[in-house]
Protein backbone atom coordinates (compact mmCIF):
# COMPACT_ATOMS: atom_id res chain seq x y z
CA UNK A 1 0.00 0.00 0.00
CA UNK A 2 2.73 2.78 1.46
CA UNK A 3 5.50 1.66 -1.13
CA UNK A 4 3.15 0.57 -3.98
CA UNK A 5 6.52 2.18 -6.53
CA UNK A 6 9.32 1.09 -4.64
CA UNK A 7 10.35 -2.08 -5.96
CA UNK A 8 11.70 -4.47 -2.36
CA UNK A 9 15.49 -5.82 -2.81
CA UNK A 10 15.16 -9.77 -4.02
CA UNK A 11 17.78 -12.18 -3.93
CA UNK A 12 16.15 -14.15 -7.26
CA UNK A 13 17.01 -11.18 -9.53
CA UNK A 14 20.84 -12.10 -8.84
CA UNK A 15 20.81 -15.41 -9.84
CA UNK A 16 23.77 -16.71 -11.01
CA UNK A 17 25.81 -14.06 -9.11
CA UNK A 18 25.05 -14.94 -5.72
CA UNK A 19 27.74 -15.67 -3.14
CA UNK A 20 27.60 -17.34 -0.34
CA UNK A 21 29.23 -17.55 3.37
CA UNK A 22 27.22 -20.41 5.13
CA UNK A 23 26.74 -20.95 8.47
CA UNK A 24 29.62 -21.69 10.48
CA UNK A 25 31.72 -20.24 7.48
CA UNK A 26 34.65 -17.16 8.68
CA UNK A 27 35.58 -15.00 6.02
CA UNK A 28 38.26 -12.68 6.90
CA UNK A 29 39.44 -9.46 4.58
CA UNK A 30 37.05 -7.01 2.68
CA UNK A 31 34.85 -8.60 -0.23
CA UNK A 32 33.85 -6.23 -3.20
CA UNK A 33 31.41 -8.03 -5.14
CA UNK A 34 28.85 -7.74 -7.95
CA UNK A 35 25.50 -9.60 -7.42
CA UNK A 36 24.45 -10.79 -3.84
CA UNK A 37 25.76 -12.10 -0.97
CA UNK A 38 24.27 -13.72 1.81
CA UNK A 39 25.81 -14.01 4.95
CA UNK A 40 24.96 -16.69 6.80
CA UNK A 41 28.33 -17.26 9.08
CA UNK A 42 30.91 -14.51 9.95
CA UNK A 43 32.71 -11.98 7.89
CA UNK A 44 35.44 -10.10 9.59
CA UNK A 45 35.98 -6.98 7.01
CA UNK A 46 34.19 -4.62 5.11
CA UNK A 47 31.09 -6.14 2.05
CA UNK A 48 31.02 -3.83 -0.75
CA UNK A 49 28.90 -3.67 -4.30
CA UNK A 50 28.02 -0.67 -6.37
CA UNK A 51 25.07 -2.97 -8.05
CA UNK A 52 24.12 -5.74 -5.46
CA UNK A 53 22.55 -6.98 -2.34
CA UNK A 54 23.63 -8.16 0.65
CA UNK A 55 21.70 -10.21 2.99
CA UNK A 56 22.71 -10.67 6.58
CA UNK A 57 20.80 -13.80 7.94
CA UNK A 58 19.45 -14.21 11.73
CA UNK A 59 23.00 -16.54 12.35
CA UNK A 60 24.76 -14.23 9.80
CA UNK A 61 27.70 -11.84 11.55
CA UNK A 62 29.03 -8.82 9.73
CA UNK A 63 32.41 -6.93 11.64
CA UNK A 64 33.08 -4.29 8.96
CA UNK A 65 31.35 -1.67 7.22
CA UNK A 66 28.53 -2.52 4.63
CA UNK A 67 28.19 -1.01 1.21
CA UNK A 68 25.56 -2.20 -0.84
CA UNK A 69 22.09 0.12 -3.00
CA UNK A 70 20.17 -2.65 -1.17
CA UNK A 71 20.64 -4.42 2.16
CA UNK A 72 18.61 -6.84 4.03
CA UNK A 73 19.36 -7.21 7.53
CA UNK A 74 17.95 -10.72 10.30
CA UNK A 75 21.33 -10.83 11.58
CA UNK A 76 24.23 -8.31 13.23
CA UNK A 77 26.39 -6.05 11.76
CA UNK A 78 29.61 -4.10 13.63
CA UNK A 79 30.26 -1.35 11.61
CA UNK A 80 28.56 1.23 9.74
CA UNK A 81 25.89 0.72 7.09
CA UNK A 82 25.39 2.49 3.42
CA UNK A 83 22.29 1.53 1.69
CA UNK A 84 22.39 4.14 -1.09
CA UNK A 85 18.98 3.01 -2.21
CA UNK A 86 16.88 0.50 0.42
CA UNK A 87 17.87 -1.15 3.72
CA UNK A 88 15.10 -3.79 5.38
CA UNK A 89 15.45 -4.24 8.69
CA UNK A 90 13.87 -7.80 10.22
CA UNK A 91 12.39 -8.41 13.98
CA UNK A 92 15.97 -9.81 14.58
CA UNK A 93 18.12 -7.43 13.07
CA UNK A 94 21.21 -5.49 15.61
CA UNK A 95 23.42 -3.05 14.11
CA UNK A 96 25.90 -1.53 15.99
CA UNK A 97 26.95 1.21 14.28
CA UNK A 98 25.57 4.68 11.90
CA UNK A 99 22.77 3.38 9.21
CA UNK A 100 22.94 5.70 6.16
CA UNK A 101 19.82 4.94 3.89
CA UNK A 102 17.94 5.99 1.05
CA UNK A 103 14.91 4.02 1.95
CA UNK A 104 14.21 2.17 5.15
CA UNK A 105 11.94 -0.42 6.40
CA UNK A 106 12.29 -1.46 10.22
CA UNK A 107 10.43 -4.46 12.01
CA UNK A 108 9.27 -4.03 15.02
CA UNK A 109 12.31 -5.40 17.76
CA UNK A 110 15.04 -4.28 15.50
CA UNK A 111 17.62 -2.92 17.21
CA UNK A 112 20.14 0.00 15.84
CA UNK A 113 22.94 1.38 18.40
CA UNK A 114 23.93 4.67 16.38
CA UNK A 115 22.40 7.36 14.45
CA UNK A 116 19.48 7.09 11.25
CA UNK A 117 21.02 9.26 8.89
CA UNK A 118 18.82 9.34 5.69
CA UNK A 119 20.78 10.26 2.53
CA UNK A 120 19.33 12.38 0.63
CA UNK A 121 19.87 13.14 -3.09
CA UNK A 122 21.86 15.80 -4.07
CA UNK A 123 20.01 19.06 -5.70
CA UNK A 124 21.92 20.86 -8.64
CA UNK A 125 23.49 24.31 -7.35
CA UNK A 126 22.07 27.11 -8.79
CA UNK A 127 23.71 28.09 -11.89
CA UNK A 128 23.60 31.80 -12.33
CA UNK A 129 22.84 32.47 -16.50
CA UNK A 130 25.56 32.99 -18.82
CA UNK A 131 24.77 37.22 -19.29
CA UNK A 132 22.82 38.93 -17.84
CA UNK A 133 20.58 41.15 -20.61
CA UNK A 134 21.64 44.92 -18.99
CA UNK A 135 19.29 46.38 -21.64
CA UNK A 136 15.55 47.92 -20.14
Do not use: C
Request: aromatic letters at 6%; a negative charge.
Amino acid sequence: MWNKGKSKADMQRFTGKTSLIAAGAAFRGDLEFQGAVQIDGKVLGNLLTLEGLVRVSVDGLVEGEVRAPHIVIDGEIIGDVYASQHVELGPRARVRGNLYYGLMEMARGAQVEGGLRPIKEQGRPLELPESVDDSQ
